[in-house]
């Protein structure tokens, strides 16, 4: 199936595909944003979900965030490997971005085993609900961005497509985000 | 808004992206370390905003850093700090709209006798099994 | 990239395909908004047989329904949730945003297809399949669901409430899969209006019908985010057993009524806004006039947006709510009458003056303009604390809202299929056909719902299925009130049958379109009806000024394409 033509057109002033990128971003704000601001009117209003929230580890969550950090650091190298032309080395960077998004789920998933285990389940409490809610959807969401980060990464090998691997990068990034904010609501604040 | 730039030539040039990826690891250290200095050393009102400046001021400063330096907002054209901060803005509206409802257990005329009673509830269930002993002074009130 | 280049490039037609390729795996945008138009009118019937069991069992309760039998009163919640869910998430929306956003976004703006044609596909492929679960889940144990379209906690939350175990979660399911799509198609038609106009198209050389459906668009995204998120916490209620909804957990249900309105308001404008752009395509062509006021249109859509947002919790005066908040959002319910009165005089005023013809499309699109004045008019009652609290839950209620969106979602639909066929379908439909289904409709709709108004003032309860049940609130008159309204509505029903057969008919055996038959000056009518793979085979036009410039004083034809070089 051929591209439409209109396609290379930029009466915005910027390209097509970063643009719908931007605007899945601002669709997925509010889907956060609607989480978070549930989240947080019922945290200011039950103090005994602090009892609750002792319970997560922070280490985990800190280690988390290393590593989500780091894999946008490879994202946005690999954006720069692209500009300059060189799809394999961007592909590399891409795959370790992939790398990074798999420890990080390796890392939940031993987080929730753990939790399950020591009885703290979906319906142990509200905080719990929200808890196993929030890194749920953030969970799909890195998964997601995983699976568009291979496509792309096997394209920008061939030296195709490069312009996708920053798009696919501002997506990693806005889920970088998202960890920024509920690694201090769910982990820290306690 | 309606310029016809070819689509590349914005980001011409790189910041030292290593270089704010350390910035970032530095911050998410203060970010965990600043809670456990407080919870060691500090209590009450000024403990609790110890924690929440440390926790969510630092978190502030690290998304600013990964949307200028990773996600270019601001050499992107206007419009999409403007979409962004629009969708920002609803939350905050739903916020403010909600908040007067499910963020308080009374008002005026009204008194939410259940989520007193479960609050009641699980402070006893949790005092019971409470071996830490920061469980009860972190949330805001 | 300039547009002498695009034009350069030979436009390749590889158009020889299987039906499946052409039909349910196409990725033109034509194709992709015949698809949802198809979906919206197949949903459309079945929405229109539920309301006629559940009038038919109100009216004349206790007896058997031809068509349907005995209507229990769980067969009765679950034909009010679905048919209030089916209007609005699978027919106003398909035909409203979808199927005219599809189709027209990309002929108006001059552009060969939408911005991510296989994101398109993907979302219509998401909505048939939303479609499908929704259909699916009447089938299962216990019927179709009965928790209200609104679905508060705990009736859609608790099994034992709503007695539809296993039709909530897919309702639920059902609904999501459906907003996903609409934030993907959402996503395409703001990015290609954004992005792919065609040379010389400026901001505001973009037909109103455009604009509304992008402003619409961002106004979904905007306020469905919450209603995502608190879907999934329903859910997890429902399947999982947490507590996000119940107090005895520590939860809340007004959060849901909140979550629920902060988009289900907004939605009434997401509909309301391209029926207007609708109206304005209509009526700026058979009045032959220029739009009056084209910029402030467009700012007044935006202001109405922007508005929208700030009125959600006016469904909640009864809910327990801040009565200081009540306050406010009753102001803010009263200032948005403003905007939408103002982009009603702005109609008023492009008519005044213009000479005037009534063929189908624009008899469609006056009825409109009365018919929402009049939801909108008593809409003020509803939005007024005092009186909503003795309003709420009755007909009056009802009959408002119907008068509001059925004017949005049938008669504008029925103003845009009569007037884009020739270009959908190349044919013309039949005038006399069409003028008949008019007043048929028309008059037969305030028949069903002034009665019903009557009814809600005298204090009717929209939600009781058997007034026999409850002698008590039984009053004189009341009866005869209820058979009119129904008597109304099958009426309106039959009249139904004439438009099916008049579209079908015409689709294969009516008079052959030319290019331009309404003589209108947007770019769709630049090009062959329907427009071939492509749209623009002769290459893409060039957009030199507005798109109402009609009877210019410069000019001896009364309109003046866009695309004309002057």
């Known amino acids: 199936m051929e591209q439409p033509l209109s396609l290379t057109r930029n009466t915005a002033g910027l390209p097509t595909g970063r643009l719908g990128v931007w605007w899945l971003i601002a669709s997925e704000v509010v889907i956060f944003g609607g989480l978070i601001v549930s989240y947080l009117m019922f945290r200011v209003a039950h103090q005994e979900w602090a009892d609750q929230s002792a319970h997560t580890n922070t280490w985990a969550g800190a280690f988390n965030t290393l590593v989500l950090l780091t894999s946008s650091l490879s994202a946005v190298l690999a954006h720069q490997a692209a500009q300059a032309g060189n799809g394999k080395k961007a592909a590399r960077f891409l795959r370790f971005t992939v790398l990074g998004g798999s420890v990080f789920l390796v890392v939940k998933a031993i987080e929730w085993t753990t939790e399950i285990n020591a009885g703290l389940t979906i319906s142990s409490g509200m905080f719990w609900s929200f808890y196993y809610t929030a890194t749920g959807l953030h969970g799909l969401h890195v998964l997601a961005g995983m699976v568009v980060m291979l496509f792309v990464a096997a394209d920008a090998a061939k030296n195709k497509n490069l312009h996708r691997v920053e798009n696919a990068g501002i997506y990693w990034h806005f889920v970088d985000l998202v960890w920024i904010f509920l690694f201090p609501l769910l982990y820290i604040a306690k | 808004m309606a310029g016809n730039n070819p689509p590349e030539a914005t980001h011409a040039s790189h910041p030292n992206y290593v270089k704010i990826w350390g910035v970032l690891v530095v911050l998410l250290i203060a970010s965990v370390a600043g809670p456990m200095i407080a919870s060691a050393t500090m209590s009450g009102h000024v403990k609790t905003a110890f924690v929440l400046i440390t926790a969510f001021g630092i978190a502030l400063v690290k998304a600013y850093l990964v949307a200028v330096n990773f996600m270019h907002v601001r050499v992107e054209p206007k419009i999409v700090m403007f979409i962004v901060a629009v969708m920002l803005g609803c939350m905050v509206l739903l916020w403010a709209g909600v908040a007067p409802d499910v963020q308080r257990h009374q008002g005026v005329n009204w008194d939410n006798i259940s989520a007193k009673e479960e609050i009641k509830r699980a402070l006893s269930a949790g005092a019971k099994h409470a071996g830490d002993g920061k469980a009860h002074e972190g949330a805001a009130h | 990239m300039s547009t002498t280049a695009e034009t350069a490039i030979p436009v390749e037609h590889v158009h020889q395909e299987g039906f499946v390729r052409k039909y349910l795996w196409s990725t033109d945008h034509k194709m992709i908004a015949k698809q949802y138009l198809m979906t919206g009118l197949v949903m459309a019937i079945l929405g229109g047989y539920a309301a006629y069991v559940f009038r038919m069992q109100v009216a004349y309760p206790g007896t058997k329904v031809p068509g349907w039998g005995?209507?229990?009163?769980?067969?009765?919640?679950?034909?009010?949730?679905?048919?209030?869910?089916?209007?609005?998430?699978?027919?106003?929306?398909?035909?409203?945003?979808?199927?005219?956003?599809?189709?027209?976004?990309?002929?108006?703006?001059?552009?060969?297809?939408?911005?991510?044609?296989?994101?398109?596909?993907?979302?219509?492929?998401?909505?048939?399949?939303?479609?499908?679960?929704?259909?699916?889940?009447?089938?299962?144990?216990?019927?179709?669901?009965?928790?209200?379209?609104?679905?508060?906690?705990?009736?859609?939350?608790?099994?034992?409430?709503?007695?539809?175990?296993?039709?909530?979660?897919?309702?639920?399911?059902?609904?999501?899969?459906?907003?996903?799509?609409?934030?993907?198609?959402?996503?395409?038609?703001?990015?290609?209006?954004?992005?792919?106009?065609?040379?010389?198209?400026?901001?505001?050389?973009?037909?109103?019908?455009?604009?509304?459906?992008?402003?619409?668009?961002?106004?979904?995204?905007?306020?469905?985010?919450?209603?995502?998120?608190?879907?999934?916490?329903?859910?997890?209620?429902?399947?999982?057993?947490?507590?996000?909804?119940?107090?005895?957990?520590?939860?809340?249900?007004?959060?849901?009524?909140?979550?629920?309105?902060?988009?289900?308001?907004?939605?009434?404008?997401?509909?309301?806004?391209?029926?207007?752009?609708?109206?304005?395509?209509?009526?700026?062509?058979?009045?032959?006039?220029?739009?009056?006021?084209?910029?402030?249109?467009?700012?007044?859509?935006?202001?109405?947006?922007?508005?929208?947002?700030?009125?959600?919790?006016?469904?909640?005066?009864?809910?327990?709510?801040?009565?200081?908040?009540?306050?406010?959002?009753?102001?803010?319910?009263?200032?948005?009458?403003?905007?939408?009165?103002?982009?009603?005089?702005?109609?008023?005023?492009?008519?005044?003056?213009?000479?005037?013809?009534?063929?189908?499309?624009?008899?469609?699109?006056?009825?409109?303009?009365?018919?929402?004045?009049?939801?909108?008019?008593?809409?003020?009652?509803?939005?007024?604390?005092?009186?909503?609290?003795?309003?709420?839950?009755?007909?009056?209620?009802?009959?408002?809202?119907?008068?509001?969106?059925?004017?949005?979602?049938?008669?504008?639909?029925?103003?845009?299929?009569?007037?884009?066929?020739?270009?959908?379908?190349?044919?013309?439909?039949?005038?006399?056909?069409?003028?008949?289904?008019?007043?048929?409709?028309?008059?037969?709709?305030?028949?069903?719902?002034?009665?019903?108004?009557?009814?809600?003032?005298?204090?009717?309860?929209?939600?009781?299925?058997?007034?026999?049940?409850?002698?008590?609130?039984?009053?004189?008159?009341?009866?005869?009130?209820?058979?009119?309204?129904?008597?109304?509505?099958?009426?309106?029903?039959?009249?139904?049958?004439?438009?099916?057969?008049?579209?079908?008919?015409?689709?294969?055996?009516?008079?052959?379109?030319?290019?331009?038959?309404?003589?209108?000056?947007?770019?769709?009518?630049?090009?062959?009806?329907?427009?071939?793979?492509?749209?623009?085979?002769?290459?893409?036009?060039?957009?030199?000024?507005?798109?109402?410039?009609y009877s210019s004083p410069n000019r001896s034809d009364d309109y003046w394409p866009q695309s004309a070089p002057s």
């Open chain 3, 70 to 549: 005995l209507v229990t009163a769980t067969d009765y919640n679950a034909l009010v949730t679905n048919h209030g869910s089916i209007m609005i998430f699978w027919v106003a929306m398909p035909l409203l945003m979808a199927a005219f956003g599809n189709f027209l976004i990309p002929l108006m703006v001059g552009a060969d297809d939408m911005a991510f044609p296989k994101l398109n596909r993907l979302s219509f492929q998401i909505f048939l399949v939303s479609a499908l679960v929704l259909v699916a889940s009447w089938f299962v144990q216990g019927g179709g669901y009965g928790g209200s379209w609104t679905s508060y906690p705990p009736l859609s939350a608790k099994a034992e409430y709503n007695l539809t175990p296993l039709a909530a979660p897919l309702w639920l399911i059902a609904v999501a899969l459906e907003i996903v799509a609409f934030l993907l198609g959402g996503i395409n038609f703001v990015v290609t209006a954004m992005n792919n106009r065609t040379k010389g198209m400026g901001l505001l050389d973009i037909p109103i019908i455009v604009w509304m459906i992008v402003v619409a668009s961002v106004l979904f995204m905007a306020s469905v985010g919450p209603l995502v998120a608190g879907a999934v916490m329903l859910l997890f209620d429902q399947l999982l057993g947490t507590g996000f909804y119940d107090p005895a957990k520590g939860g809340d249900p007004v959060l849901w009524q909140h979550l629920f309105w902060f988009f289900g308001h907004p939605e009434v404008y997401i509909v309301l806004l391209p029926a207007m752009g609708i109206v304005a395509e209509v009526i700026t062509v058979f009045a032959r006039k220029k739009l009056f006021a084209y910029k402030t249109v467009i700012y007044t859509a935006a202001g109405v947006g922007v508005l929208s947002l700030f009125v959600w919790a006016h469904h909640q005066f009864v809910a327990g709510i801040d009565p200081r908040m009540a306050n406010i959002f009753s102001i803010t319910t009263m200032l948005i009458s403003i905007p939408v009165a103002e982009m009603l005089f702005v109609y008023i005023a492009t008519l005044y003056g213009g000479s005037i013809t009534f063929p189908v499309p624009m008899l469609w699109a006056l009825s409109f303009m009365a018919e929402f004045l009049l939801g909108g008019v008593t809409g003020i009652y509803l939005g007024a604390v005092g009186t909503d609290v003795y309003f709420h839950d009755t007909f009056f209620v009802l009959a408002h809202f119907h008068y509001t969106f059925f004017p949005i979602a049938i008669i504008a639909v029925f103003a845009g299929i009569t007037y884009w066929f020739p270009k959908m379908f190349g044919r013309m439909m039949n005038e006399t056909f069409g003028k008949v289904h008019f007043w048929g409709t028309v008059i037969s709709f305030n028949f069903i719902f002034i009665p019903l108004f009557m009814l809600g003032v005298r204090g009717d309860h929209r939600r009781i299925y058997d007034y026999t049940r409850f002698p008590d609130q039984m009053q004189p008159g009341m009866q005869g009130l209820r058979e009119f309204a129904t008597i109304a509505m099958l009426v309106l029903l039959a009249f139904q049958f004439i438009f099916v057969a008049n579209f079908f008919y015409s689709m294969f055996k009516g008079p052959k379109a030319a290019k331009n038959p309404w003589k209108a000056n947007t770019l769709e009518w630049d090009t062959a009806s329907p427009p071939p793979h492509g749209n623009f085979p002769e290459g893409f036009p060039a957009v030199y000024r507005g798109p109402y410039e």
